[in-house]
């Protein structure tokens, strides 16, 4: 197979759908070998699984950026806004529903823009610090805080995608990324901790970075769509009588946005949403992951969440579970997922587990569960009737 690089040559010389958005008039398919026709490996004028996973994983490696969860496979919205990008490239329609800014929306470059001040350190430890972009303004700014995915266990805050970055600046809005001690040397909720202490210290320095406190929101993807719940659904957990000045700020957030995010981390919710999804006969332990050089489901659990016992491990996993926590004066969410509930599950084992643990269900029942309560859940997937694009159109309904 040739390079993404050959492919993307191929895309501005193959021939231009005049005059209608190829967004629109094309399965994902079609739209896929236009401009990659080097994927077609069998030459049967079909995408296949298997063509599209390999094409999926050359692309990754050649351009980690368009994984934007961090999953290291490519989710059906994530090859949409490939698609877009190479739409874009070529100075065709873009549909209305799409962000604007960077390349997108005629705003400046992000790739080129620094932070306004980076590594800013909010905790002790190395990984406690966070990069701030300020919008430009006389007034004070509202503020987007990005958290990154990675499983808890790898991440950093350069993932925040240089595009998004620049959509949210043009629309007058500050932009944070943090990091977060990994489960590899601290259990967690640290990693939440760790989020909140950084939103406050954001907060302790409001008058001083031209931040409205007032209008604060978080967004990111996996276990960054975790915590940003988490911070979003708690009771607010500002110490009004500590003599740290931070810790009196307070922890709640006007809004939150989340892609692929899990709203429960309860075995019980696994078996009974995720693996009917396999039609088998497997087990919650199947999608467990070897932590530390521990391979044990239950001592890799406890591990994760810091219990002596499975049953301790359970409940502080249940005190950090969306869903647990959604009560009905929370803020609202727009969530985002890469596929419809109904899409086939993949054949490609390499895949499956990263489709399973970032599926639509998890959106769907967090939203159940909201409607319930009159808590706004827009929830968007591929086929979805949801008034919101995109995050970015999302924060600037409710943050400006």
């Keep these: 197979m040739k390079s993404l690089r050959f492919f993307i040559s191929l895309s501005f ?3 231009t759908v005049c005059g209608v958005s190829f967004l629109q008039a094309e399965t994902f398919g079609e739209r896929f070998l236009r401009y990659f026709p080097q994927a077609d490996a069998d030459k049967d004028g079909m995408l296949s699984e298997k063509e599209e996973a390999a094409v999926s994983k050359r692309i990754i490696q050649r351009f980690p950026r368009v994984d934007a969860n961090g999953d290291g496979v490519l989710s ?3 090859k949409e806004q490939l698609l877009v990008r190479v739409a874009a490239m070529r100075g065709e329609p873009i549909a209305d529903n799409q962000p604007a800014g960077g390349f997108l929306g005629g705003g400046r470059s992000a790739a080129k823009q620094k932070p306004s001040i ?3 350190s909010y905790g002790e430890d190395e990984r406690n610090v966070f990069d701030i972009w300020f919008a430009e303004s006389k007034d004070p700014t509202p503020l987007a ?3 990154h995915g990675g499983g808890f266990k790898s991440g950093s805050k ?6 998004k970055l620049t959509a949210l600046l043009d629309a007058g809005i500050s932009v944070a990324a943090i990091n977060y001690r990994f489960v590899t040397t601290d259990p967690l909720p640290t990693a939440h901790h760790d989020a909140k202490r950084a939103i406050q210290v954001m907060r302790s320095k409001a008058d001083e970075w031209n931040i409205d406190k007032e209008r604060v929101a978080a967004f990111g993807g996996s276990a960054g769509a975790q915590i940003c719940m988490w911070l979003a659904y708690s009771d607010d957990m500002a110490n009004a009588s500590s003599d740290d000045p931070v810790e009196r700020e307070s922890t709640r957030l006007v809004c939150v946005a989340t892609t692929g995010g899990q709203t429960s981390n309860q075995p019980d919710f696994y078996a009974n949403n995720i693996l009917p999804l396999l039609g088998s006969e497997a087990t919650v332990d199947a999608l467990m992951k070897p932590l530390g050089g ?9 591990k994760m969440w810091g219990g002596s016992t499975p049953e301790e491990a359970n409940e502080t996993a249940k005190e950090c579970s969306a869903i647990q926590l959604l009560s009905a004066d929370d803020p609202p969410i727009f969530m985002s997922y890469g596929m419809p509930p109904d899409a086939r599950k993949p054949s490609d084992k390499a895949r499956l587990r990263g489709w399973l643990i970032h599926h639509v269900v998890f959106g769907t029942k967090l939203k159940e569960k909201a409607d319930e309560l009159g ?14 694009s995109s995050e970015v159109a999302f924060f600037r309904d409710k943050l400006r």
């Design 13 to 15: 010389l193959s021939l």
């Design 375 to 388: 808590v706004e859940a827009d929830l968007r997937y591929p086929g979805a009737d949801c008034q919101y």
């Design 145 to 147: 805080v990005y958290i």
């Design 294 to 302: 521990v391979s044990d489901p239950e001592e890799v659990r406890m």
């Design 158 to 163: 350069e993932k925040l995608r240089p595009e």
């Design 118 to 120: 980076a590594n800013f």
């Design 76 to 78: 059906e919205e994530e």
